[in-house]
């Protein structure tokens, strides 16, 4: 299966943290210190990205 986001629907979910932010894709929680991470966490998951 091919699975494709685009890359500023995946930023709506990251949530402000004190520390930095919060980043849940497919059921799993990462504390993230910059937005950028967003894009390695997602093709880690096999995600295609759309700029």
Do not use: N, P, Q, W
Request: glycine share 8%.
């Amino acid at each position: 299966m091919v699975k494709t986001a685009t890359f500023e629907a995946l930023l709506e979910s990251v949530v402000e943290d004190g520390d930095g932010y919060l980043f849940t894709l497919e059921g799993k929680t990462y504390r993230i210190a910059d937005r950028d991470e967003v894009r390695r966490i997602a093709e880690s998951h096999g995600y295609i990205l759309i700029y």
